[in-house]
């Protein structure tokens, strides 16, 4: 089952934070956070896995909420170069099988 | 390091015809996996293996082939080209075990007339 991510599209001024949700109906193992460029391949930014951790990378951190079965990805102070698309990826059973959400587009006006 | 290796990049074929999209990793890792993403949408799983000679299939893996014939190489053929198969195609490969990051080859854009 393809996750849901939220909101589909955000528009951000630079310094701005930003907030962008994914869930699913199922008990999930991990959760995987790609950003995308127009044109380019996914680039992976962090891996969340099942007992509700946080991780943080620069300005950019996300959660898992395990009893949710939901993640957040957290950019804080956002940079022109965080515009794109950002996917989140859920992984259910052990077979490294990524299922993604349909992305957020996010951009960074100067 | 090349890391996940795709082969062509570009690609136009016409309705009918096969062909055969190459990915090759050189980090030994046992899972490799083929997504497709159409325009404005995510990325779905077509076929992935779990080591050499074990393949299965993924969420849309209806006119297409893999084969693994070593730990390296995950090929996936189009039997018979048609216009719904027009899309970008990406490998990924990692190590199993959860918590691995899957990288992600740059891409092979493929235009079927």
């Known amino acids: 089952q393809q996750p849901v991510q939220s909101p589909q599209a955000v528009i951000l001024r630079e310094g701005e934070d930003a907030v962008i949700n994914c869930s699913s109906s199922k008990a999930l193992y991990s959760v995987h956070w790609y950003r995308q460029k127009h044109g380019e391949a996914p680039i992976f930014l962090m891996i969340l896995l099942k007992g509700g951790e946080q991780k943080g990378h620069d300005k950019i951190s996300a959660s898992f909420n395990e009893k949710k079965q939901q993640s957040s990805l957290y950019l804080t102070a956002s940079q022109l170069s965080y515009s794109g698309t950002y996917f989140c990826g859920t992984e259910i059973g052990s077979a490294r099988q990524l299922t993604f959400g349909s992305g957020t587009q996010l951009t960074v006006l100067p | 390091n090349a890391g996940v290796t795709q082969t062509p990049k570009f690609q136009v074929l016409k309705t009918g015809q096969s062909m055969t999209l190459q990915c090759a990793q050189d980090?030994?890792?046992?899972?490799m996996s083929w997504y497709r993403q159409d325009p404005g949408m995510g990325l779905r799983l077509i076929h992935y293996?779990?080591?050499?000679?074990?393949?299965d299939q993924g969420e849309v893996p209806n006119g297409y082939n893999v084969s693994r014939s070593t730990t390296e190489d995950f090929p996936l053929r189009l039997l018979s080209a048609a216009p719904s198969q027009t899309s970008v195609y990406f490998c990924?490969?990692?190590?199993?075990?959860?918590?691995?990051?899957?990288?992600f080859g740059e891409g092979s854009w493929l235009t079927v007339v």
């Open positions: 980090m030994n890792h046992e899972y």
């Open positions: 293996s779990v080591g050499a000679g074990i393949t």
């Open positions: 990924a490969s990692s190590y199993m075990g959860r918590g691995n990051t899957i990288y």
